[in-house]
């Protein structure tokens, strides 16, 4: 099968192609002239540079290709709404138009559960209300409006998948920031264990990606993604702590106390950027404090056969060995221009 997947220099976009290349399947890659493209280059993967706002290279891309996974998007801090927009709306549909204009025969977005709006139920399906997640779910629910339009127009093939938060080797955005956390001697958390969170490997999301691009059950719909257990922050420090071997001090810290020192950053916060930050504390307090919320994946394991391969522990593990083999790497990189540096005087 011949497959094009963007975002592939990226986290997600990476673990697919991967998987992909173990299928045996034919890779091409849609990437940024910027972009770090060595690991693609090593795997023989074919690319092709430009980005989704160029028609003509879009064209390019998507010629002869049988599946496209989507994964390229903004997000998080140092992106502007219109450029989120610009990239996770706008590219969308030009990638879209490029699929009618070429035939291809099946579309693989990977959208998020940002979509849904905050909600006190115990249980997320995929039909659940979407909206008020601010402009990332907000742009992602826009693409999977305008998937579905250009389906219901062109008769295209397409699945969405919403995962969860994703964590593994190769992200610096979560997983990195989270272990860098956890190696502090003291780590506050919330009485309970709290807040909860719905998790799942990219590794995972790389195997539900590709059953969406070739399952005849996943034609037309849209799955929700995680490793169908979640953890509570407690446990993950838990985790942490049996698999480095550190015994950092766990603080509890009772709801109350948390939930005020939370609302006083948002007040902090829009004094200085003299922004209304009140459904954030709305949300957070409904979705982090009070309610263990979880992604039903019941559809995904029933339509599709996704099924999690790996645990919280496992997945620490791996993401633990990679961090740590790159912190080496960095190390070795910092010595070795030192060296040089030293032998230039």
Known sequence: MKALATGATGFIGSHIVDHLLVRGDSVRALVRPDSDTRRLVRQGVRLVYGDLTD?????TAVEGVDVI???AALLGKGHSATAMITTNVVGTENLLGACVRQAVSR?????????????SAHLVDEDAPQGETGTYGQSKSAAERIIQHYAQTYGMNYSVLR????????????TGRLLRILRAPIIPVVSGGWPFYNLVHASDVADAAILAGTRPGALGQTF??????GAFLGEIVEAVRALSGQKQMILPVPQHLAAFAYRLRLVLRARRTRKDRRKDSVRWQ?????????????KARRDIGYEPQINLQEGLRRAMAWYEQERASCRACMEEACIRSSIAR
Do not use: K
Not at 55 to 59: C, E, P, R, S
Not at 163 to 174: A, L, N, S, T
Not at 286 to 298: G, M, P, T
């Open 69 to 71: 996974y989507h994964v």
């Open 286 to 298: 409904r979705c982090h404090l009070f309610c263990a919320q979880h992604f039903d994946i019941s």
């Open 107 to 119: 579309f693989v977005f990977l959208s998020s559960v940002s979509v849904y709006a905050p909600s």
């Open 55 to 59: 028609h003509a290279v879009l064209d």
């Open 224 to 229: 929700n993604i995680t490793d169908g257990q």
């Open 163 to 174: 995962p969860c938060r994703v964590y593994g080797e190769r992200d610096e955005r979560y």
